[in-house]
């Protein structure tokens, strides 16, 4: 593989990371000093002796690989926790990602709890309401180092979401909250070859999905293109409609104030009006007629045969799905754009408080400090290292591409403005042709986006396109600074929603699904009726007791 493929994997996989304490040991007094593990020298808390034991639990996929002779259970981290910090990290079972809350919730079900974990906001409120995780508040307090503090409190939303009644009970897992507001991603190649200006309104938005259905944007002369990609799953990463719905000045799946009351964004008038739009478009063709069948790996499959122009997704949605775009047709080209309004008023890109995994410690674990000494670990010696070597040992290898290391681990955090002060420093770096000053991270940005322009290297446009002058960050930059719809809710789910939310939730999807393949509008206004009836109603009342307090 060319060297300079291998450095865009690289990249590619520490931003997928994102969207990125210690205690007295038995035996000595709580003071930093500086150790080495092969060759490394670290900052590190005096580690336990004897040491103690942590017992986890783990969720992998297919993109995790490891070295000859290593395993989940032994590998880099492992070995280093055991040396540096006396933590003998083992599991109790490692599972698939798409198995891992099943079989954890039937774990704590059997009263077999392990000792530190990480667990969904619904099943830490039921952990929580049970009495079974240690409140941390102090050890928080006491044990987190200067660094760990910062990246958990850049974000204001953060610890808020794992604090219950006044006490911390997790370690929420950091990352952006703007970096899962919605932008609007369009084939400029589509454009340009159709010679359509970029969109000002939704209404240029409906013309340009009505132009790539008829206007044979592939070039094959078959009407066989579709304007918007959807999937079954409506509110995800990418082909979603939370930003279509953001443009109608509608906010789907968040809680919205209005005349000093929360209320769920779903069930407004104005989602009303971007669901009867999306009706219309999915009778003219531009969504396509299966997409109530199809996730979002069949809708990769569509961007990447070349067959749909439109979708809105997150910032980093060039490194997935749609640098298979260009992988297939060189000169494709998908560029971000801010949401358009339907109005004269901004549309405001809807986002929630990032903490969708917490990592939470038994009642009764006898070194609940344990958790903070491994963050803490991560924090000060890995999070702003640009020592190469020391991150090709643990992150990753330009190398061996394929092993990403520091997904071997759950103790790591991502600090929340990294990617705006990225782009910051990118941004000059390309202005002055100055490189000095660049952290490793944007040094590898800074060279990426150079070639793209410099060298012509086409596979080089996912940089441009989120880390370039006009990229999606910088939209973002600007949603950070009141271009947003933030969801006022984000403390623990209440306890009608976390018996009926799921429910509703399921309600929701299938007369959105049925309504825009056809069904009369009026099931919208059914949907909402019986959405206060099977719970929505407790669910609003609770919510602004919360709001209120």
């Known amino acids: 593989m060319p060297a300079y493929k291998k450095c865009v994997i690289v990249v590619l996989l520490i931003c997928f990371a994102f969207f990125v304490y210690g ?84 774990t704590i079900m059997s009263g077999d709890i392990p000792d530190v974990f990480v667990c969904d906001p619904l099943l830490f409120k039921m952990l929580y309401d049970s009495d079974l995780i240690e409140d941390i508040s102090e ?35 950091t990352d952006a909250s703007i970096a899962n507001a919605p932008l609007l991603w369009i084939r400029q190649d589509w454009m340009k070859k159709l010679n359509i200006d970029p969109p000002e309104s939704m209404q240029d938005l409906m013309e340009i999905s009505r132009r790539f259905v008829e206007g044979d944007p592939d070039g094959n002369g078959i009407k066989d293109t579709i304007g918007l ?13 939370q930003g279509f ?73 060039p490194y997935s799905p749609l640098y298979l775009s260009q992988a297939n047709y060189p000169d494709a080209y998908w560029q971000a754009y801010p949401i358009p309004s339907i109005d004269d008023t901004p549309a405001k890109s809807q986002y929630s408080a990032a903490v969708g995994s917490i990592i939470v410690v038994r009642k009764g674990y006898p070194h609940p400090e344990a958790v ?115 969801n006022r809710f984000y403390g623990a789910p209440t306890r009608v929603m976390s018996e009926k939310m799921a429910a509703l939730h399921t309600m929701e999807d299938e007369m959105m699904i049925k309504t825009i393949m056809g069904e009369p509008l009026e099931s919208f206004d059914t949907f909402v009726e019986e959405w206060y009836k099977l719970g929505g109603e407790e669910i609003t009342r609770e919510v602004n007791d919360w709001w209120r307090n």
């Open 23 to 106: 205690c007295k040991s038995t035996s000595s007094e709580n003071t930093e000093t500086e150790q080495t593990t092969s060759g490394f020298k670290f900052i590190v808390e005096e580690k336990y002796s004897p040491a103690i034991e942590l017992v986890s639990v783990k969720s992998v996929d297919a993109t995790v690989k490891f070295l000859e002779g290593e395993d989940i259970y032994n590998n880099i981290w492992t070995r280093t926790y055991a040396e540096e910090l006396g933590i003998n990290l083992s599991y109790m079972w490692v599972v698939d990602n798409s198995q891992y809350q099943q079989k954890l919730t039937a």
């Open 139 to 173: 050890i928080y307090e006491t044990h987190a180092s200067e660094t760990t503090r910062m990246v958990l409190e850049q974000d204001e939303l953060a610890l808020p979401c794992t604090t219950i009644d006044g006490k911390l009970m997790g370690v929420p897992i």
């Open 229 to 241: 990609a959807v999937s079954k799953e409506l509110w995800g990463a990418y082909a979603g409609l």
């Open 245 to 317: 719905f953001n443009g109608f000045h509608a906010y789907p799946r968040i809680w919205i104030e209005r005349d000093g009351e929360l209320v769920y964004g779903t069930i407004q008038p104005e989602a009303r009006q971007a669901l009867a739009v999306l009706q219309e478009m999915y009778k003219n063709g531009e969504i396509d007629k299966e997409f109530g069948v199809k996730d979002i790996n069949k809708v990769a499959e569509t961007i990447a045969n070349n067959k749909c122009g439109i979708e809105f997704g997150v910032w980093w949605n």
């Open 372 to 486: 903070f000494k491994l963050l803490n670990f991560w924090c000060d010696n890995f999070l702003f290292s640009n020592d190469k070597e020391l991150r090709d040992a643990y992150l990753g290898s330009l190398d061996n591409p394929d092993v990403v290391k520091y997904k071997y681990t759950d103790f790591h955090l991502w600090e929340p403005n990294s990617i705006l002060r990225t782009y910051e420093n990118v941004k000059k770096a390309l202005a002055s042709r100055n490189t000095d000053g660049l952290n490793h991270d944007e040094w590898q940005r800074y060279q990426i986006i150079s070639a793209y322009f410099d060298q012509g290297i086409k596979e080089a446009w996912v940089e441009v396109a989120t880390y370039g002058e006009n990229g999606s960050v910088s939209i973002l930059k600007n949603i950070a600074q009141g271009g947003g719809m933030v």
